[in-house]
């Protein structure tokens, strides 16, 4: 973070936000490195000695990496709950961040204003390597309620796997291009090209998902990588919209937050869990993305130093039509903040 504070360690500036994958952490620790990261904030600030060499940190990796980060930086990994740091993250982007919430239907976000008197309960789905599902009911009050290890990891793997694709993001772009009609089996498929409406399915509805291959005689690379990226994609979002859906409606919970770097921002992934959601509801319950969708835990793990006060920007500005993102937030996942720390 960015520094123009007075003595009283009110801190203004930025917060930046980077994604390093787990396979390339020396990169990760060359750029904080080269950086310097490790050597500003509390050492500027009359912070205690012990807090010197320290940075807060949270999920599997603050365990895994803490003997590299002391070896190569020389600091310690002080390790915030990964739970209640994805709940403090979510908490401060929906009371804090301007424009921060938005639901997406028929390729458009429309960015939701939070009420906060009316933000509690709601439930937090961080779709990671895993996927987990958090029923928030204040600051610091949650449970995780459930989860499924079927998430981006999965995708990820599996689409490596059937499509020898090299990157993340090769995958998702082949599943753009893709069709799942190809290697889905659908309604139609099943009963002639006719829906079945009594139990509410239409003839294009997914009947069983990579159902075609059962049937058709075909080798793997006689598919299009492309079909076969679009239902896996569909297949994983669709089952972590339904779990998700029936967690929300096991605790009466209307409101249902995705985040996780499984999203990334993709219109067909949240287009999927949209329409999932909205399929298993009957209407009643809406899915919701988070323009930091990526960075819950990290922003978890920095609330968890003493700030006592965070205010990056009035949540309600007026004029704001609720449409496009407030114009002091670009879409790079910079946020500009304003908080008081204690020591
Ligand atoms: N550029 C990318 N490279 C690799 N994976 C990506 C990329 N962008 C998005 N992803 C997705 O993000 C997932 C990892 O998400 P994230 O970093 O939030 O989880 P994690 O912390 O590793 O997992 P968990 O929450 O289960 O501990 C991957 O499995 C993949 O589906
Ligand atoms: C194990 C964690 C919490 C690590 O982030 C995550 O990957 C996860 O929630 N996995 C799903 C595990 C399960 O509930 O089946």
Redesign the pocket.
């Known amino acids: 973070m960015e520094n123009n504070s007075s003595k009283d360690h009110r801190l203004s500036g930025r917060l930046y936000f980077l994604k390093f994958e787990t396979s390339k952490i020396n990169e990760c620790l060359d750029f904080i490195s080269s950086k310097q990261l490790h050597c500003r904030g509390a050492q500027h600030y009359g912070f205690p000695d012990s807090d010197r060499n320290t940075i807060k940190a949270t ?2 990796g603050a365990f895994k990496f803490a003997d590299l980060f002391k070896e190569k930086l020389g600091i310690s990994l002080d390790k915030v709950e ?2 209640g740091s994805l709940v403090s993250g979510a908490n401060f982007l929906l009371k804090s961040v301007p424009s921060e919430a938005f639901t997406y239907m028929n390729g458009q976000r429309n960015y939701e204003q939070i009420d906060h008197d009316d933000l509690y309960p709601y439930l937090l789905v ?1 779709i ?5 599902m958090i029923k928030v009911d204040g600051d610091g009050r949650y449970e ?1 309620v ?4 079927v ?1 981006g ?1 999965t995708f990820w793997g599996l689409g490596k796997l059937l499509t020898k694709c090299k990157s993340f993001d090769d995958l998702l772009e082949m599943s753009h291009q893709g069709n799942n009609r190809m290697i889905d089996m659908l309604v139609g498929d099943i009963y002639g090209g006719m829906d079945y409406l009594k139990i509410g399915l239409s003839s294009t509805a997914i009947a069983s998902s990579f159902g075609k291959a059962v049937s058709e005689n075909k080798e793997l690379e006689e598919y299009k990588p492309e079909d076969v990226a679009r239902s896996l994609l569909r297949m994983i979002s669709n089952n972590i919209g339904q779990i998700a859906y029936l967690n929300a409606l096991r605790f009466g919970l209307k409101k249902i937050f995705f985040g996780g770097f499984f999203i990334c921002g993709h219109a067909y992934t949240m287009d999927t869990i949209s329409v999932a959601v909205d399929f298993w509801s009957k209407g009643e319950a809406k899915a919701m993305f988070l323009r930091h969708e990526g960075f819950l835990g990290a922003l978890g793990a920095f609330m968890n130093y003493q700030l006592v006060e965070e205010f990056p920007y009035p949540s309600h500005l007026p004029g704001d039509d609720h449409k496009k993102p407030d114009k002091n937030l670009n879409d790079n996942g910079i946020i500009e903040c304003h908080v008081r720390v204690s020591n």
């Open positions: 999920g599997g990964e739970m961080n990671g390597s895993g996927v987990s995780r459930s989860g499924t290890s998430g990891g």
